[in-house]
């Protein structure tokens, strides 16, 4: 499981009047109900069902949500083929070249199909706090380009905000930055994080809160984490912290190939089948 429950999207951070006008609102949506049902059919814990989830934070928000099936999770995050590691200086000019990115400067990274939930927003506003010398790749859904392409324009910034679109293959990207900037409002995992972490790119990402894979990490040790993602002067004071700080940016960067090389699909697969056979006994003939 990588999604957050319906029924804790539904409900979250609903009390009074507003969780009745909520509880209204499916009662008379026939979809809803079916959505609502067919989840708890899901999570009812019979024979020899168990729930993998992706992170610790997840578990913890379906524990709130469906406590009965709590027995039946377990945690296996995903990960990566090969940690890659750093990328060298004629390494990240060849893939900016290739990538249409400007040679000289600062490049921040930021990888999501859905840019509004993943931060984009925030990101802009952060880099209007930055030096000219810093400038975005942004990678993703094309057809979300043009009404964000409208709000860099508005802010002064197309000279340095590069829309990428879904590139095939993203390693060129990771190949080109000088780090990742992840202000995600949601996401129960993160693989962008991991994948950039693969590649040596230090990361600031947003707090577990919003972040699945931030439980995992050290605030100043494997990355810099954001209290709060919609803070765009955190957000900006962070990024530019990695490029004063060259002993601190070096420092993220070997923590993170590390990281990422306790989390490879080889390893992984090994604690999914530690679910299949530790599970064995349950099923009933």
């Not at 000019?93 to 490049?107: H, I, N, V, Y």
């Not at 810093?134 to 508005?154: H, M, S």
């Not at 494997?222 to 420092?251: C, H, Y």
Request: positive net charge.
């Amino acid at each position: 499981m990588h999604v957050l429950p319906i029924k804790y999207t539904l409900f979250k951070d609903r009390r009074g009047w507003r969780l009745a006008l909520r509880w209204l609102k499916v009662l008379t949506s026939p979809r809803l109900l079916v959505y609502l049902w067919m989840e708890r059919l899901r999570y009812a814990i019979r024979g020899g069902r168990r729930i993998v989830l992706t992170s610790t934070s997840l578990q913890s928000i379906m524990a709130q949500t469906y406590p009965a099936a709590l027995s039946a999770m377990s945690v296996v995050t995903p990960g990566v083929i090969c940690v890659p590691g750093v990328s060298s200086v004629a390494t990240r000019r060849e893939a900016r070249l290739r990538l249409g990115l400007p040679q000289e400067g600062t490049c921040i990274l930021f990888v999501g199909n859905d840019y509004r939930k993943k931060g984009l927003l925030t990101l802009i506003q952060a880099l209007k706090q930055l030096p000219d010398d810093y400038f975005l790749a942004v990678v993703g859904n094309a057809a979300q380009i043009p009404g964000f392409r409208e709000q860099v324009q508005a802010s002064g910034l197309q000279s340095r905000i590069f829309f990428l679109g879904a590139l095939h293959d993203v390693s060129d990207a990771y190949l080109a930055a000088n780090c990742l900037a992840h202000p995600t409002l949601e996401d129960t995992f993160a693989m962008v994080v991991l994948e950039a972490m693969a590649h040596g790119l230090p990361v600031v990402v947003s707090s577990a809160r919003y972040c699945g894979i931030s439980d995992s990490l050290l605030d100043g040790v494997s990355a810099l984490i954001l209290e709060d993602p919609q803070d765009a002067n955190a957000l900006a004071e962070a990024i530019k912290r990695l490029n004063q700080n060259p002993v601190l940016s070096t420092s993220l960067s070997q923590s993170a190939c590390t990281f990422a090389k306790s989390h490879l699909w080889s390893e992984v697969a090994l604690r999914q089948e530690q679910v299949y056979f530790s599970n064995l006994g349950n099923v009933q003939p």
